[in-house]
């Protein structure tokens, strides 16, 4: 069973469109996070949901909008999309802060043509 | 905002060799972690280190950390093929796990 599931693995879009990445822990764990990777590997918080609440927002620009309809989900979602945007985006999970590691996705290739 | 620098950014040694990757933090911490990355795949948590803890093992992982000069290192021992992957720390210091550059870990048989 997969812990952690994105989908889809590959996303390959044109400049300007709109599109959304989904996730889904069975874990059982309250927070969950989205992490952007660029191509130099380095790997940049973007948004924290406990138990469906946001609670970490950091600088990224409003039209990446995430959406947890329940503790098990983490969507994104991406409006107008830019060539800046091309990553690899994953989603975490993880058990009580401070308690444990976190379980990654195995991420989602975002490419903007 | 970036908080761990991991050093070396690239290892190349035989099998049989250990590989040391160390890393160095800014703030204060809770816990500091290590994860692995095979290439094309998701992070894989190795192992956490709590910010009163001074060493911790796990199979051929060793993991220390001083809180005094903000530093950790991960040493692998025995390398086999199979460990070549990047490496990376990350620090918990109550929000979310920051992390750094990574250490890219190559194992030639």
């Known amino acids: 069973d997969t812990a952690v599931s994105q989908t889809p693995k590959y996303l390959v879009t044109q400049m300007g469109n709109d599109k959304s990445i989904k996730c889904e822990q069975n874990l059982g764990h309250d927070t969950m996070y989205w992490y952007k990777q660029d191509s130099k590997k380095f790997l940049k918080i973007m948004f924290s949901?406990?138990?469906?609440?946001?609670?970490i927002n950091e600088t990224v620009p409003n039209r990446f909008s995430p959406k947890s309809p329940d503790k098990a989900h983490l969507n994104l979602h991406i409006n107008s999309l830019e060539l800046g945007d091309s990553a690899v985006y994953f989603c975490a999970s993880s058990p009580e802060r401070g308690y444990g590691g976190y379980t990654f996705g195995s991420g989602t290739r975002l490419t903007v043509v | 905002s970036q908080q761990g620098e991991e050093d070396p950014q690239a290892l190349s040694i035989q099998e049989g060799e250990n590989a040391t990757m160390n890393c160095s933090y800014k703030?204060?911490?809770?816990?500091l972690q290590w994860y692995r990355q095979n290439s094309g795949r998701g992070l894989v948590h190795l192992i956490l280190i709590r910010s009163n803890e001074r060493e911790k093992h796990s199979g051929r992982l060793r993991v220390t950390l001083d809180t005094s000069k903000k530093s950790s290192s991960l040493l692998i021992t025995a390398s086999r093929a199979a460990d070549t992957a990047s490496y990376f720390c990350?620090?918990?210091?109550?929000?979310?796990?920051?992390f750094g550059k990574g250490t890219t870990l190559s194992v030639s048989s």
């Open positions: 949901y406990n138990n469906k609440e946001l609670i």
């Open positions: 990350a620090t918990d210091a109550g929000t979310a796990l920051i």
């Open positions: 703030t204060s911490i809770n816990n």
